[in-house]
């Protein structure tokens, strides 16, 4: 069955600094991944996806993450935080499951932006 | 188009009630996911409808249930509340034209007090 392992439940950064939030898969075949952001008490809001057509992803509110085969990686980054990016983000990767596929969600990492 | 639509947005009952949630998917989704949300265990899988059938099931008791009508709408009951319960629960419409991304509802809140 797929995985989903986000490094890290919390992580802190300083406004301005670079955001790096970890995500790694367990999988074989390279599958679909996602990346969302959840605000207090809303919905998921899908930042971006990765679909095979380019290892670099770029998504909304500048950023980015790139896919990387050989660690199985999906790490999300953005140059420099901004306060309005503190919210928790999700990871996400889709996987075959009889003939349809399922989506296996990580569990969280809540971003802090100290100002 | 329109997105995900949840009904309604907050509500609070007492144990031993039960509750029925509303969703509307994305015009021309066909599945729809449903999710709990709980500070201590984090977003749970709870089950998923495609053209009306449950196609894959979350670890929840039998007292949560859902259907998905032929318009795609769905609706999940939560019967014999318990404080547990309460929890943010969310609906996620899927494009299932090729990389089945889901997009989410706003989530009702449920309270049970």
């Known amino acids: 069955a797929q995985s989903v392992t986000q490094l890290g439940s919390h992580v802190s950064v300083s406004e301005g600094a670079l955001v790096l939030l970890r995500c790694n898969y367990s999988?074989?075949?390279?599958?679909?991944l996602f990346w969302y952001v959840q605000y207090p008490n809303q919905g998921l809001q899908l930042l971006l996806k990765?679909?095979?057509?380019?290892?670099l992803v770029k998504g909304i509110n500048g950023f980015e993450a790139e896919f990387k085969k050989s660690e199985t990686s999906f790490h999300l980054t953005k140059p420099s935080a901004h306060m309005s990016d503190a919210a928790e983000y999700f990871c996400a990767v889709t996987s075959n499951s009889g003939g349809y596929q399922k989506v296996t969600f990580g569990t969280g990492t809540k971003l802090q932006v100290i100002p | 188009k329109a997105g995900v639509t949840q009904t309604p947005r907050y509500l609070i009952k007492t144990r031993g009630q039960q509750v029925t949630l509303s969703c509307s998917p994305i015009s021309g989704h066909r599945s729809v996911s449903w999710y709990q949300q709980t500070p201590g265990q984090g977003l749970q899988f709870l089950f998923e409808?495609?053209?009306?059938?449950?196609?894959n099931k979350g670890n929840f008791p039998g007292r949560f249930s859902g259907r998905q009508f032929s318009n795609s709408r769905s609706e999940m009951n939560v019967s014999t509340l318990e404080l547990g319960d309460s929890a943010l629960y969310l609906c996620?419409?899927?494009?299932?034209?090729?990389?089945?991304?889901?997009?989410f509802g706003p989530g009702t809140r449920l309270t049970v007090l």
């Open positions: 990765y679909t095979s057509a380019a290892t």
């Open positions: 996620a419409s899927t494009d299932s034209g090729g990389t089945n991304t889901q997009y």
């Open positions: 999988s074989s075949v390279p599958p679909y």
């Open positions: 409808y495609f053209s009306e059938t449950q196609r």
